[in-house]
């Protein structure tokens, strides 16, 4: 949007008429009667249009061009040139003025260039905001989603990435944390390093240790040579602590210490070693009630918890699933063909009733849960869309969500009301045809109550 010109002439008459009549058009307009006072005012302010004639005393109007890129200004020029002064003109835009006017004008050609600049403006942002719009809902290195809280994440994703500081990841089980810290890795400075990932629950708690640290020779039994543990591997890079909650004590200890020191030790070894690592942790569980539980040590909770990113739950982004579905539809159909499996090569998406049922179901395993139910539907589908028959019986008969989560064994009286509160703004905007004053009277909410529950649950 256009809004403060400078005008740049040093016919004084001229330029006076000029301001006048972009004022009246609504444009804020200063003037400068020499390309040499024009630089210092767009040098001290910020103008979203220049209109510059070429031939001026101390700096024309090429000259000034020539400044205005040479000191990265921000601006858009469009050059004011006599008839005789055409290829002046021309060589102006070459220098990166975006029109010329030719003197003497009509009023509405000034100001037909200045709408015709603004709609390409209008247009290049519009487009831009598509573009990154799509960029965001189809793929954010690998992590399929649309939904605001997604967006959040991949935009705090891109604010962090760059920083070494630790990150803490939290949701529950099969929202994909560890996509998420391949994320951060890979946007960062160190994608070109390695990316360890370890979960700390699947690992023997007297191997723990020397696969995180390493050890040396003789450090026990069966320690016939020196082995650089996880966090030398990942030098440089990223370590993910998958399950960090699941660390035993003596461990966090140590992992303190690396956090602290930036070092290590192998197990048997007297020497410490330097390591230039980002430590990312997830974990399922509340470790700030672990703490309270005396579970996990506080101040590794606090040096862990820098940055602290929750995933939600796959029932908290429903817009997400039709994209997810044919992600996973695409990726399971892909596998099979490689794998010589047969496969339904009709087959090209879901029913209306299908994407209904997967939109009602709560989801407890969340995107591995929905990516293991499209891989059993494509088995069993033999035509060219999913039908319901397909789904898991508790999918297909278990789909008012309501009746969901009282049956289910959440206590959470929070989580809970959530669910209800949300299906029913969806019944109320259902038997209102969509009309949002009429759902807030039969939801006894005000209006401004309605708009905001229906941003925070995602509704359109």
């Given at each position: 949007?256009?809004e403060?010109?400078?005008?740049v002439?040093?016919?004084r008459?001229?330029?006076k008429?000029?301001k006048t009549?972009?004022s009246?058009?609504?444009?804020?307009v200063?003037?400068?009667?020499?390309?040499q006072?024009a630089?210092?005012r767009?040098?001290?302010k910020?103008y979203?249009?220049v209109l510059?004639?070429?031939?001026?005393?101390k700096?024309?109007?090429l000259?000034?061009?020539?400044?205005?890129?040479?000191?990265?200004i921000?601006?858009?020029?469009?050059?004011?040139?006599?008839?005789g002064?055409?290829?002046?003109?021309?060589?102006?835009?070459k220098l990166g003025?975006?029109?010329y006017?030719s003197k003497?004008?009509k009023?509405?050609?000034?100001?037909?260039a200045i709408r015709?600049l603004e709609?390409?403006e209008?247009?290049?942002?519009?487009n831009?905001a598509?573009?990154?719009?799509?960029?965001r809902q189809h793929?954010?290195?690998?992590i399929?989603?649309?939904?605001e809280?997604?967006?959040a994440?991949?935009a705090?994703?891109?604010k962090i990435a760059g920083?070494k500081?630790?990150?803490?990841?939290?949701?529950e089980?099969g929202?994909?944390?560890?996509?998420?810290a391949?994320?951060i890795?890979a946007s960062?400075?160190?994608s070109k390093?390695k990316?360890?990932?370890?979960?700390?629950?699947?690992?023997?708690?007297?191997?723990?240790?020397?696969e995180?640290?390493?050890?040396?020779r003789?450090?026990f039994?069966?320690?016939?040579?020196?082995?650089a543990?996880?966090f030398e591997?990942?030098?440089?890079?990223?370590?993910?602590l998958d399950e960090?909650?699941?660390?035993?004590?003596s461990?966090q200890?140590?992992l303190?210490r690396?956090?602290?020191?930036?070092e290590?030790?192998r197990v048997g070894?007297?020497?410490t070693?330097?390591i230039d690592v980002?430590i990312?942790?997830?974990s399922i569980?509340?470790?700030a009630?672990?703490?309270?539980?005396?579970?996990f040590?506080?101040d590794?909770?606090?040096r862990?918890n820098?940055l602290p990113?929750?995933?939600p739950p796959?029932r908290?982004r429903?817009?997400d699933i039709p994209?997810l579905?044919d992600?996973?539809?695409s990726?399971?159909l892909?596998r099979?063909q490689e794998?010589g499996?047969r496969?339904?090569?009709?087959?090209?998406?879901v029913?209306?009733e299908?994407?209904k049922?997967l939109t009602?179901?709560?989801w407890p395993?969340n995107?591995?849960e929905?990516?293991?139910?499209i891989e059993?539907?494509v088995v069993?589908?033999?035509g060219?869309?999913i039908?319901?028959e397909?789904?898991?019986?508790?999918?297909r008969e278990?789909?008012?969500?309501i009746r969901?989560?009282?049956c289910?064994?959440?206590?959470?009286v929070k989580?809970?009301?959530?669910v209800?509160?949300?299906?029913l703004i969806r019944?109320?905007?259902?038997?209102t045809?969509?009309?949002?004053?009429?759902a807030?009277?039969?939801l006894?909410?005000?209006?401004?109550?309605l708009?905001?529950?229906l941003?925070?649950?995602?509704?359109?």
């Amino acid at each position: 949007m256009i809004e403060k010109i400078l005008v740049v002439d040093d016919e004084r008459a001229f330029a006076k008429m000029l301001k006048t009549m972009l004022s009246k058009a609504g444009y804020s307009v200063d003037m400068s009667h020499d390309g040499q006072e024009a630089l210092s005012r767009l040098t001290d302010k910020r103008y979203d249009l220049v209109l510059s004639d070429i031939k001026m005393p101390k700096l024309c109007g090429l000259d000034l061009l020539r400044a205005i890129e040479k000191r990265g200004i921000e601006t858009t020029v469009i050059v004011m040139s006599a008839y005789g002064n055409i290829d002046t003109a021309i060589e102006a835009m070459k220098l990166g003025a975006y029109d010329y006017v030719s003197k003497p004008f009509k009023a509405d050609e000034v100001i037909l260039a200045i709408r015709k600049l603004e709609e390409r403006e209008n247009l290049k942002q519009e487009n831009e905001a598509l573009r990154s719009q799509v960029r965001r809902q189809h793929s954010f290195h690998r992590i399929i989603a649309k939904s605001e809280p997604m967006m959040a994440l991949f935009a705090t994703i891109e604010k962090i990435a760059g920083y070494k500081t630790t990150v803490l990841i939290t949701g529950e089980s099969g929202t994909g944390k560890e996509l998420f810290a391949r994320a951060i890795h890979a946007s960062s400075p160190r994608s070109k390093k390695k990316f360890v990932a370890i979960n700390c629950g699947a690992i023997p708690e007297n191997l723990l240790e020397s696969e995180l640290f390493g050890y040396v020779r003789g450090a026990f039994t069966d320690a016939h040579r020196d082995k650089a543990g996880l966090f030398e591997e990942a030098n440089g890079g990223t370590i993910l602590l998958d399950e960090v909650g699941e660390l035993p004590l003596s461990l966090q200890v140590k992992l303190l210490r690396v956090l602290q020191e930036e070092e290590i030790r192998r197990v048997g070894d007297t020497e410490t070693r330097a390591i230039d690592v980002r430590i990312i942790a997830a974990s399922i569980r509340d470790l700030a009630d672990e703490c309270a539980q005396g579970r996990f040590r506080e101040d590794l909770f606090y040096r862990l918890n820098v940055l602290p990113l929750h995933v939600p739950p796959l029932r908290e982004r429903l817009d997400d699933i039709p994209l997810l579905v044919d992600h996973f539809l695409s990726l399971t159909l892909q596998r099979h063909q490689e794998t010589g499996m047969r496969q339904p090569r009709a087959l090209c998406g879901v029913t209306p009733e299908v994407l209904k049922l997967l939109t009602r179901h709560a989801w407890p395993g969340n995107v591995r849960e929905l990516e293991n139910t499209i891989e059993r539907c494509v088995v069993l589908t033999d035509g060219d869309q999913i039908e319901a028959e397909a789904l898991p019986d508790h999918i297909r008969e278990n789909s008012d969500p309501i009746r969901r989560s009282l049956c289910s064994e959440e206590l959470s009286v929070k989580k809970t009301a959530r669910v209800i509160e949300e299906e029913l703004i969806r019944r109320a905007l259902k038997r209102t045809g969509g009309n949002r004053t009429k759902a807030a009277r039969l939801l006894e909410l005000s209006h401004r109550a309605l708009l905001y529950k229906l941003k925070r649950y995602g509704i359109d």
